[in-house]
């Protein structure tokens, strides 16, 4: 029998990034008691490693924007599969959200008039990023930090959840986990839970994610009974580093190419003028002379194509680089050194240039970088209502990354930021909510709670079984080469069958040393069941989806289908979910848009 | 391909010992890379912090032969021959191996009184470029608390620091100071409670901040000069004489909470 803390909330949130944060201060705004978990310390989740900004149609820039602009560019980059109340709650709330930041002391870079400016990414038609330099999600989760921490929320700082636990009635009831620096295991009741935990990008081999993104938030939901949506939708972010080997993937912003960088191939080519899609054609460039004007002004030509949506440049790259066009290192160049001076750079992209020349001894303002795609985002997630962020569970709630149907099948850039902080809130008040209209007290099965617990210990108890840290690479290689960026038929088929041979393997891990205070090695141990299930709903999901739309490429159906674009693949498991109980995929008709939106994109033609 | 010697502190609270690890070199790499190879093949339980791997998120502190750095954005090409030593950041108490308890900064956090804006206009408050930006610099910050570990005030003196919120914080201090929207004045706080007096401007965080924030120039002079002129300047003494407004006193801006 293990002896445990426990504690005792109205919500608690899991993950403190920026969906998480902005979640508490709405329920603690609503006089609960709130606390905040998370595997690191404060102020150091995925959120930090934001660049480029956050997409608000505020018009600071260009007055012609507004929310039906964006909520339209939202859509058509997900290819049509967003959920469209969440697109639309997003585009319209956004404004808000960004001034209520500078309320709580966000410093944004400014117009000349004063107002916070705004810079242009891929796949938005107007100029609609805030943003601060090339830090944005640094400032964004440093704003919300401070306020937490000024309304006396409680933070768990490095602890760890392993699985949520549901009432008799099937109401989430509360969680099981461990504090990393002493390895004692903690409980919480709680009338209502919020997921926070972002992504899964730890899975793959070359990730901009750091050890964090390990799917917890995902695979916690599945195995309570929550459904996961389009899991195969996976943003392979077209510019990671590619050299240094040992900082492939970190990422390279988009506002690089925001601010005039241009991609080109070892013949010294423009190529991204060879890739410009059907959908697309009437609002990009035609040629580089167009393309050039348009950075000034946004009336004088077209959209340079380098702008087009992320998974569009991120195939255009990787197709270069298979026809043998690449850069020494098996990526293409990005140039903006020979487009913007010195000075414009290091004002623009500090910290870009700060990364290349620390890492790579590369002056980013002199060179070109080389640049290639890197697993950075999944669009799927757990599915929830769009207003309130409710899971299917009473009581589960999920906001940011690990939330599906916002982006569709594919996330237009600065959109993430502005998604943690519309839906963190629209969570924290939809928990507010079910707390006043539900009653009675909150009551832990101690049974599961003690099976939960051993469960974790078992890998120190083994005699002989397999590191886990070999598990985790034999898995980041098998989902880089079988369910990466471009995906087929037989190595989707070969993936899920491999998959259940690493599951075996994790079945019988083993964690040397004695110790669980601070121990990496049993802190990855507990995160393989979650990286397991994730990367198994990503391969059904992939294999389900017999078409290409956004993030999911598949070699064998290269065209979208227009069935396939009225579904979800919901992904789910009975009750008793876990990394070894079977994941049903069943197509799901996605929500119908309503007449008077379905109005935008047809005036558009 | 050549061994590395990698000499690491390995112990936890009770104490401790440097201990030699040999690992065959790579091309290219971080000293992150190689402690992440090494808790892959042969020490898999060397406790250490990291996220981000790219120099944003400050977890990995450490010093590294005696130099306080990021683990992530030191190359080890860049290091002198012979075995590297790595040791955790010395002012914090030790969890484990390379993982101090860092838990002093959250505390001092706590203690600033919040960021406090008049109401805000319809479209938001206009401020220009120039206004945000010396804000901006203090906000670069990425916490990764080397500052803290290397300020002789704290490494030093464990007693001085109930009462010493140290160049992290003191670069906050002077963000809200300097911030064109902020109501609260926090001079006579800093000054009595937080121990800006204290440090004697050896610029030693400034050297061993990551980002380049020039914390003792930039910050700390400043927010000295403003908290003295705010204490004892006979013309903002005739001033509040005249207008009757009375400057703030320490526990009034600490408890100004919006």
């Known amino acids: ?605 | 391909m050549t061994d590395l010697t990698m000499r690491i502190w390995r112990g936890d609270e009770n104490g401790g010992e440097l201990v030699d690890y040999t690992i065959e070199s790579q091309e290219n790499e971080v000293v992150l890379d190689v402690i992440h190879r090494l808790q892959a093949t042969q020490i898999p339980d060397l406790a250490c912090r990291w996220n981000c791997k790219a120099g944003k998120c400050g977890s990995c502190s450490a010093e590294i032969n005696g130099m306080p750095r990021l683990m992530c954005m030191t190359r080890m090409d860049q290091l002198p021959e012979g075995p590297i030593t790595i040791t955790p950041m010395r002012t914090f108490p030790i969890i484990r191996d390379l993982v101090t308890d860092v838990s002093f900064n959250y505390e001092m956090a706590k203690r600033v009184p919040a960021f406090n804006p008049p109401p805000m206009p319809e479209g938001g408050h206009r401020m220009q470029q120039i206004d945000v930006e010396r804000g901006q610099e203090f906000r670069k910050c990425i916490e990764c608390f080397m500052c803290q570990n290397v300020c002789h005030v704290i490494r030093d003196h464990e007693e001085n620091k109930v009462n010493y919120a140290g160049p992290r914080f003191f670069i906050r201090y002077a963000e809200l100071e300097m911030h064109p929207l902020d109501t609260n004045d926090r001079r006579e706080l800093v000054r009595e409670k937080m121990g800006l007096g204290l440090c004697n401007i050896t610029k030693c965080c400034t050297e061993v901040c990551p980002e380049h924030i020039k914390i003792t120039d930039n910050a700390i002079i400043p927010l000295k000069e403003r908290a003295v002129d705010a204490h004892y300047d006979p013309v903002a003494w005739l001033g509040r004489k005249i207008t009757g407004r009375k400057k703030r006193t320490a526990d009034e801006a600490a408890a100004d909470r919006p």
């Open chain 1, 1 to 605: 029998m293990a002896d445990y803390e426990h504690h005792s909330y109205d919500v608690i949130i899991i993950g403190a990034g920026g969906a998480g944060l902005r979640a508490a201060i709405e329920a603690k705004q609503r006089g609960l008691k709130v606390a905040i978990i998370c595997k690191s310390l404060l102020g150091k989740a995925h959120t930090v490693m934001a660049e480029g900004g956050v997409a608000a149609a505020m018009g600071n820039v260009y007055e012609e924007d507004n929310w039906q602009v964006h909520f339209r560019d939202t859509m058509r980059g997900g290819k049509m599969l967003n959920n469209w109340r969440m697109a639309q709650l997003h585009a319209q709330e956004s404004p808000d959200r960004v001034l209520e930041l500078e309320q709580w002391g966000a410093l944004f870079d400014r117009t000349k008039d004063g107002k916070i400016t705004q810079r242009d990414f891929g796949g938005h038609r107007y100029a609609r990023l805030a943003h601060v330099g090339d830090r944005t999600g640094l400032e964004l989760i440093r704003t919300l930090q401070q306020k937490a921490v000024s309304m006396d929320i409680d933070v768990f700082m490095e602890c760890k959840i392993l699985r949520l636990l549901r009432d008799g009635q099937g109401a989430i009831s509360g969680a099981v986990g461990y504090w990393r620096p002493t390895g004692e295991f903690i409980t919480f009741s709680a009338k209502s839970v919020i997921l926070a935990t972002g992504g899964v990008g730890k899975s793959w081999k070359y990730t901009s994610n750091s050890w964090e993104g390990t799917g917890d938030g995902h695979a916690m939901a599945m195995w309570a009974g929550a459904d996961l949506i389009d899991m195969e939708c996976i943003q392979f972010h077209p510019t990671g580093m590619v050299w240094p080997l040992s900082v492939r993937g970190i990422l390279v912003t988009e506002g690089v190419r925001g601010d005039g960088g241009v991609l080109r191939n070892s013949e010294n080519k423009r190529f991204m003028f060879d890739y410009i899609a059907e959908m697309f054609k009437a609002e990009t460039a035609s040629s580089e002379e167009e393309a050039d004007k348009w950075y000034d002004d946004h009336t004088a030509g077209r959209r340079p194509p380098e702008l087009l949506p992320r998974d569009e440049v991120a195939r255009a790259i990787n197709s270069e680089v298979k026809a043998g066009r690449g850069s020494p290192h098996g990526g293409v160049f990005l140039d903006i050194a020979s487009r913007r001076s010195a000075e414009f750079i290091r004002r623009r992209l500090p910290s870009m240039y700060h990364q290349f020349m620390e890492l790579a001894g590369v002056d980013i303002t002199a060179t070109p970088m080389e640049v290639g795609p890197t697993c950075h985002y999944i669009m799927g997630g757990v599915r929830v209502d769009a207003d309130t962020a409710a899971t299917a569970i009473p009581g589960l709630f999920a906001a940011g990354e690990v939330a599906g149907g916002m982006h569709g099948s594919n996330r237009l850039g600065g959109n993430s930021l502005s998604d943690l902080i519309v839906f963190g809130r629209r969570a924290g008040m939809g928990a507010a909510d079910y707390i006043e209209g539900r009653s009675g007290d909150v009551q832990l099965d101690a049974a599961q709670v003690q099976a939960i617990i051993d469960e974790s210990l078992v890998p120190f108890s083994r005699e002989e079984g397999e590191n886990p840290y070999d598990i985790q690479r034999d898995l980041q290689e098998l989902m880089q080469s079988n369910v990466g960026i471009i995906r087929t038929g037989s190595e989707l088929d070969e993936a899920v069958a491999k998959l259940e041979e690493l599951k075996e393997r994790a079945n019988n891990v083993i964690v040397k040393g004695n110790t669980r205070v601070y121990n990496p090695a049993w802190n990855l141990a507990t995160d393989l069941p979650a990286m397991l299930t994730v990367s198994t709903c990503a391969a059904l999901g992939a294999q389900a989806r017999k078409e290409s739309r956004g993030g999911h490429t598949r070699e064998d159906f290269p065209k979208p289908d227009a069935a396939f674009g009225k579904v979800n693949m919901v992904l789910s498991q009975e009750n008793g979910g876990g990394m070894n109980a079977p994941v049903k995929v069943d197509p799901q008709p996605i929500l119908e848009m309503p007449d008077d939106l379905k109005v935008l994109f047809e005036e558009a033609k």
